[in-house]
């Protein structure tokens, strides 16, 4: 059955600096790669989304997202992290040749300090 | 649209009483899911229905039932609430299950405490 790592429970890390919050699946041929956010006190909301072409995939709010399947990861990163990024967020897969059921992380907290 | 909502927002039971959570979705999606939400756990699928009419089992369906008798509400009920069950319940909705258009739209939650 598929599955989702997320390494990291919490990550701290500087107002204006970079950040990386990882993510593993476990291997399958052909899968879609989310990521959620959850601001405090609210339901998950889509932040990116792998489905095909570009392995690079961006958001409006500055995230990006890498497809890597060699390594089956699908790590998310901003270069330069603002006070309102603060949030939980979690790492996604659905096995697209199984068209199963969409499968979550059990989320990293990004703590953004001052 | 209100997208997807939830009532109520919070409730507080005594273990061994019963209670309904409403989910309402606007968007005409035909797949709504049941999730709880607790600490270190991430998000886990309790029920889910592919359509008006019809319930499935998640992976920690025990202790809930569920009902969609119309295609834009989901209902989750509790029978007989336990401690264990005290959590954050978010109910979900997509265009489909599978494919690309999977991508889920959460309510606000419902903060349910059992004493």
């Known amino acids: 059955a598929q599955s989702v790592t997320q390494l990291d429970s919490q990550v701290p890390v500087f107002e204006e600096a970079p950040v990386e919050l990882r993510c593993n699946y476990s291997s399958s041929v052909s899968v879609y790669l989310f990521w959620y956010v959850q601001y405090p006190n609210q339901g998950l909301q889509l932040l990116l989304k792998y489905l095909s072409g570009s392995t690079l995939v961006e958001s409006i709010n500055g995230f990006e997202a890498e497809f890597n399947k060699s390594q089956t990861s699908f790590h998310l990163r901003k270069p330069s992290v603002h006070i309102s990024d603060t949030a939980e967020y979690f790492c996604?897969?659905?096995?697209?040749?199984?068209?199963?059921?969409?499968?979550f992380g059990k989320g990293t907290r990004l703590h953004i300090l001052p | 649209n209100a997208g997807v909502t939830q009532t109520p927002k919070f409730r507080v039971l005594k273990t061994g009483q019963s209670m309904t959570l409403l989910c309402a979705q606007d968007?005409?999606?035909?797949?709504m899911y049941w999730y709880r939400q607790d600490p270190g756990m991430g998000l886990r699928l309790i029920h889910y229905?592919?359509?008006?009419?019809?319930?499935a089992k998640g992976e920690v369906p025990d202790g809930y039932n569920v009902s969609r008798l119309k295609k834009q509400n989901f209902l989750l009920g509790l029978e007989s609430a336990a401690p264990s069950q005290t959590s954050v319940y978010f109910c979900a909705s997509s265009y489909s299950r599978g494919g690309a258009y999977n991508e889920q739209f959460f309510g606000p939650g419902t903060r349910l405490t059992v004493l």
């Open positions: 968007m005409n999606h035909e797949y």
């Open positions: 229905s592919v359509g008006e009419g019809t319930t």
């Open positions: 996604a897969v659905s096995d697209r040749a199984r068209d199963d059921k969409i499968i």
